[in-house]
């Protein structure tokens, strides 16, 4: 799995970013939102229980996510679709505001190094990534435990603050500092 200091792969993938007829797809590429904050997230499959409670969780925390320069894209390898199905069926996935992408071809994924071994699905990854396209946190968790989305918020920030964070730092905390030097 790609992690901290990582470029983020090159990759251009059809995403469902509307439900209106006519607007629903467009192609997201990694130069999309270039040189902007990015959090890009990853989960197994569309139409399971898990997912969704995640994703919506994504979709109400997104202006907060937009408030500290950062662009929230998620996906799976599930087709554009099939995610379009899913958010016209599922309630709390209907007014999204951040591009499902979908990796049919595993191409994402792969590079990533996120597919599950016996599933071939996506595990559930979240990458931080800088406005640089490199790396700077990513996580993974089993298809069956759903992660933490105000912690991916705070880490986002965390690492946006360039200092030095203590455990369970929040912003307008204090920060730490090295006499060293050395971090």
């Known amino acids: 799995m790609l ?5 983020f792969p090159e990759y251009a ?7 209106e007829p006519g607007k629903e797809f467009a192609n997201v590429t990694d130069k999309t939102y ?5 959090v890009v997230f990853f989960w197994p499959r569309d139409f399971t229980f898990v997912c969704p409670t995640e994703i919506a969780e994504f979709g109400r925390l997104n202006k907060d996510f937009e408030e500290a320069g950062a662009q929230v894209l998620g996906g799976s390898t599930d087709g554009h679709y099939v995610h379009l199905a899913w958010r016209n069926e599922h309630p709390d996935l209907k007014d999204l505001p951040f591009p499902m992408l979908a990796d049919e071809k595993r191409e994402l994924t792969s590079a990533l190094g996120i597919l599950h071994k016996d599933e071939g699905v996506a595990l559930r990854a979240t990458f931080i990534i800088d ?4 790396v700077q946190w990513s996580t993974v968790h089993g298809l069956d435990v ?18 030095l964070t203590p455990c369970n730092w929040e912003t307008g905390e204090e920060v730490l500092t090295d006499p060293t030097g050395t971090a």
């Open 34 to 38: 270039a040189g902007k904050w990015q």
């Open 13 to 19: 993938l059809k995403a469902v970013v509307n439900r």
């Open 3 to 7: 992690t901290v200091g990582d470029k």
């Open 146 to 163: 759903g992660r933490n989305i105000p912690e991916t918020l705070r880490v986002l920030k965390a690492l946006q603050s360039g200092e």
């Open 131 to 134: 406005p640089d396209g490199v």
